[in-house]
């Protein structure tokens, strides 16, 4: 389902295999326990503070959405997993380290969600596209997914394409829309660039419960829609005057 490896200050989250990294539970709970295991690596800090997560994927998919296969037509089993991914979505707005998305392939629905749940996205040109399906499938978008869509889609125009009109993103326009920070050549380019991304914002050894800590305040719908507990201004206030 995926790996877990470290490069220096740099984790490395693979979704392995050939297919189309569908998010069913199986794989879904597999990036929650890589997850869990950055986090109490970053927090356990054994060569000190500085790190970086980069998420890639094997194969023509960096994931197609959720196994909507398994789901079927039950509506009850298509809920469970949009249940089931809204952790996945809190773990990563939430960790204590910037992230990238080498999306090497293409990004699909709740897959195009899990790549824009990441501080910077790295694309390829050469093959796939960013896609939210939903209005051209017939189903309702899940009110996280509206709000990480807002939160990371800036541009009015462009979110407004991205969602009602279902347009496929091809990297160059992505970038251009500001959905992707970095476009490549192909897949390995790709994800070589991710990890130079990681690898340098690593070095900069920030705190990383600050560096969590600013990023919630950017996005604190989203980080609310997600069931992050964001802090009241009040607290925000008490907190900066504790670190000073």
């Avoid at 794989?27 to 950055?38: C, F, G, K, Q, T």
């Avoid at 999306?103 to 790295?122: E, I, K, M, Q």
């Avoid at 997600?226 to 206030?237: C, L, N, P, T």
Wanted: hydrophobic fraction near 50%; aromatic fraction near 6%.
């Amino acid at each position: 389902m995926c790996t877990l490896e470290r490069r220096g200050r740099v984790f490395v989250l693979t979704l392995t295999g050939e297919d189309q990294h569908r998010l069913g539970h199986p794989l879904i709970a597999a990036i929650r326990s890589a997850l869990a295991e950055v986090l109490a690596a970053a927090q356990a800090q054994p060569q000190g503070p500085g790190a970086a997560l980069v998420t890639v994927a094997e194969g023509r998919f960096f994931s197609n959405g959720l196994d909507i296969g398994w789901a079927g037509t039950s509506r009850a089993r298509l809920g469970e997993l949009v249940d089931a991914l809204r952790p996945v979505a809190a773990d990563l707005l939430a960790l204590p380290m910037p992230t990238v998305a080498a999306v090497t392939g293409h990004a699909s629905a709740a897959g195009f969600l899990l790549a824009l749940c990441h501080d910077y996205r790295v694309m390829r040109a050469d093959r796939g596209v960013l896609y939210m399906s939903e209005v051209d499938i017939g189903l309702p978008l899940p009110p996280y997914f509206v709000h990480v869509l807002r939160a990371k889609i800036s541009q009015a125009q462009a979110l407004r394409d991205v969602v009602l009109r279902g347009k496929k993103l091809r990297a160059p326009e992505a970038r251009e829309m500001g959905v992707v920070d970095v476009v490549c050549p192909g897949a390995p380019e790709t994800a070589a660039e991710a990890l130079k991304l990681a690898e340098q914002l690593a070095a900069r050894k920030w705190d990383g419960a600050v560096y969590a800590s600013i990023r919630m305040s950017m996005f604190p719908d989203a980080c609310r829609a997600v069931g992050i507990a964001v802090e009241s201004d009040e607290e925000k206030s008490r907190h900066f005057a504790s670190r000073l």
